[in-house]
């Protein structure tokens, strides 16, 4: 918690700073999502195992975001690409390192609801974890997400965003072996 509450003031300084010095100017109105996008977010991830390694652990996450979005009129449909870093120690019952989760990436679409300034969206799509070996060797895994977020425009090139993501991942090295993982981030966007 007290991770999301630090991001969270980060990501108010960081948007608020270019609007008071007159950076990137003021939100104007118009309130168009078409067009591409790029951010950083960061937050946390919780991952629990379970099968032939039980293991749980959770730890910050950051990482970069690329999209492409249509507005049509009352709805809005996209696409992109999402490339986080974590250093996340899955941890056995009795405190022993199973492995580390080293990065998470995702293809995803989101479709959902234009408010003008505001975009309510689900989202859903493919994911790959890559973990570094501990006590055990898991190896990657690919596997699937969904979830829901929020972008709000801050000026008329700058968004801010939220969202909650569940994955679920079961083809590792080790047979048997399934991850969940569940992330909050936070993140700043740049709309072109």
Not at 161 to 168: G, Q
Request: hydrophobic share 40%; charged share 15%; no cysteine.
């Amino acid at each position: 918690m007290k991770n999301v509450l630090l991001s969270a003031t980060v990501l108010t300084a960081l948007t608020a700073a270019p609007a008071l010095a007159g950076g990137f100017g003021s939100y104007s109105g118009t309130g168009d999502w078409t067009g591409p996008s790029v951010g950083l977010q960061f937050g946390n991830i919780d991952a629990d195992t379970s099968g032939a390694a039980a293991s749980s652990g959770d730890d910050d996450i950051y990482g970069l975001t690329a999209y492409y979005d249509y507005d049509f009129g009352s709805f809005i449909l996209g696409g992109g690409i999402e490339l986080d870093r974590t250093d996340l120690a899955l941890r056995n019952a009795a405190g022993a390192t199973i492995a580390t989760i080293d990065s998470v990436e995702r293809f995803a679409l989101r479709g959902g609801i234009d408010g003008g300034r505001n975009f309510y969206y689900v989202t859903a799509g493919v994911a790959d974890v890559e973990t570094s070996a501990g006590a055990a060797a898991p190896g990657d895994s690919s596997g699937s997400f969904y979830g829901i977020g929020y972008e709000v425009f801050i000026t008329d090139l700058v968004t801010a965003s939220a969202k909650a993501l569940r994955h679920d991942f079961d083809s590792f090295a080790i047979n048997g072996l399934e991850a969940e993982a569940t992330t909050i981030q936070l993140g700043l966007n740049m709309r072109f």
